[in-house]
C-alpha cells in the first residue's frame, strides 16, 4: 500500500544545507530508499512509496535535520553514516530511535575547536572511541586505515592539555620502515627519525598554531620521540599515544606499557593487518589484545571498514583485501620479500 508523508523544514532559508552542495546530501538519501519517491518544493519535502520504506526514509531526512540543526555541515558522507546508524540501531519503544544512538547525539559531538573548524566523531564506531578514551587510562585503537585512530586520540590530547587535564603530550611510534630498506639516513638523529615520526607532526600541526608548536616542544609540553627513548622512564601528568602499534615486539609494548604513570592516559593505535616487521616476529598490538583483554580500565575499541572516513573507495578497498585474507587462511603464510633474501644469502 503506497502512502505519502511529508517532512516540513520550518527554516526556509536552511533548504539548500539540507539537501547539500549540488543535492549531494539528497542523492544519499535516494540511494538508501531507491523505493521512495522525494519530491522537494520550498520547505516541504514529499515522500511516497510502501509504509515502511517511508516512514525509514522520513526518519532519515528529520535526523539529518537534526544533525544540522546541531551544526554539523551536512555531506554525503555525513548522510551516509546518518542512515546506517539508523538502520543498525534499529527502532526503540514508541518507534522512535534511542537517544543514545542518534546520529544527530553522535556526530554532533565535540572534541576539539581548533584553526577555525571543530573536530568530532564521523562514525558511530569513531564515537565510541572518543568515549573509551575519555573513560579509560589505557585505550587500544585497532583498525584500518582511515578510520581516524591516530587523529581522533590527537584532538583527545590536545583538549586535554589545554583544559589543563595533563602537562604535556607525548607522541611515539617504533621506527620501522613500511617493507622498504632505506639504508642510513644522513644528517643528525633528529633528521634521522624524523621520517618515521613525520605522520604524527602532521596531525599536530592540523591542531595546534604551526608558529607554537617549536616553542611548545622545545618546552617540553609536547614531545615527539622514538619508542626506543621510552626505555627507563616514567611519565606522570601526560597523555601519551603509541601510533603504528602493530609494528612492536611483545617485549617494546610491555615496556611502553609500564611506563605508565599517575595522571596518565595512554592510547594505543595500530592495524593488525599491515605489520612491518621481519618475518617470524609477532606483533606486540596483537599479543596484547589476548593478553590484556578483561584487564579492568583498559579499553580495545575496534573499528572497521565503516568507519573510514577518508575517500569511499578506502573501504571498499580495506574490504576486497579483507575478503581476500579470508580466503587465503587455510593457504599458510606468504614469504615476504625480506625472508627471500635472507635464504639467498644464507644458501650463499
Same mark, same amino acid.
Not at 134 to 156: D, N, R, W
Not at 317 to 330: L, M, S
Given at each position: ?12 532559508? =536552511? ?41 525509514? +526514509? ?50 554532533? =559531538? ?37 578510520? !581516524? ?10 583538549? +586535554? ?69 621510552? =626505555? ?55 599479543? +596484547? ?14 573499528? !572497521? ?44
Amino acid at each position: 500500500m503506497s502512502v505519502t508523508r511529508v517532512v516540513v523544514v520550518d527554516d526556509a532559508a =536552511r533548504m539548500p544545507d539540507l539537501l547539500g552542495s549540488g543535492d549531494g546530501v539528497l542523492r544519499e538519501v535516494e540511494r538508501a530508499f531507491p523505493a521512495v519517491d522525494i519530491l522537494v518544493r520550498g520547505n516541504r519535502i514529499t515522500l511516497t512509496g510502501d509504509e515502511d520504506d517511508v516512514d525509514a +526514509a522520513a526518519s532519515a531526512v528529520e535526523e539529518l535535520r537534526d544533525v544540522l540543526g546541531a551544526g554539523v555541515p551536512l555531506t554525503p558522507e555525513v548522510a551516509r553514516e546518518s542512515v546506517r546508524m539508523l538502520r543498525s540501531t534499529g527502532p526503540s519503544t514508541g518507534g522512535t530511535t534511542a537517544v543514545a544512538e542518534r546520529p544527530a547525539g553522535v556526530l554532533s =559531538r565535540s572534541i576539539l575547536s581548533t584553526r577555525g573548524r571543530t573536530i568530532r566523531p564521523k562514525t558511530q564506531g569513531q564515537a565510541s572511541y572518543v568515549h573509551a578514551i575519555e573513560s579509560h587510562t589505557v585505550t587500544f585503537g585497532i583498525g584500518p586505515a582511515g578510520t !581516524g585512530k591516530t587523529y581522533l586520540a590527537m584532538a583527545q590530547a590536545v583538549a +586535554a592539555l589545554q583544559a589543563k587535564r595533563v602537562n604535556r603530550i607525548v607522541l611515539t611510534r617504533p621506527a620501522v620502515e613500511a617493507g622498504e630498506r632505506l639504508g642510513f639516513l644522513p644528517g643528525s638523529l633528529s633528521e634521522k627519525i624524523d621520517p618515521y615520526l613525520r605522520p604524527l607532526y602532521d596531525a599536530l600541526h592540523d591542531m595546534v598554531d604551526p608558529e607554537s608548536i617549536p616553542r611548545l616542544m622545545e618546552a617540553g609540553t609536547i614531545e615527539v620521540a622514538p619508542l626506543a627513548y621510552m =626505555r627507563g622512564r616514567t611519565l606522570n601528568d601526560a597523555f601519551v599515544i603509541l601510533d603504528e602499534a602493530q609494528n612492536t615486539t611483545r617485549e617494546q609494548m610491555k615496556m611502553f606499557l609500564t611506563r605508565l604513570g599517575f595522571g596518565t592516559t595512554m592510547v594505543v593505535t595500530g592495524d593488525v593487518t599491515q605489520v612491518d616487521l621481519p618475518g617470524g616476529t609477532r606483533s606486540g598490538l596483537r599479543a +596484547a589484545s589476548e593478553i590484556l583483554s578483561g584487564v579492568e580500565d583498559i579499553a580495545f575499541c575496534h573499528l !572497521g571498514a565503516q568507519d573510514v572516513v577518508r575517500h569511499r573507495l578506502v573501504s571498499d578497498i580495506i574490504t576486497a583485501y579483507a575478503e581476500n585474507d579470508e580466503k587465503d587462511e587455510g593457504r599458510g603464510p606468504r614469504p615476504t620479500g625480506q625472508r627471500r633474501r635472507f635464504d639467498r644469502e644464507e644458501r650463499q
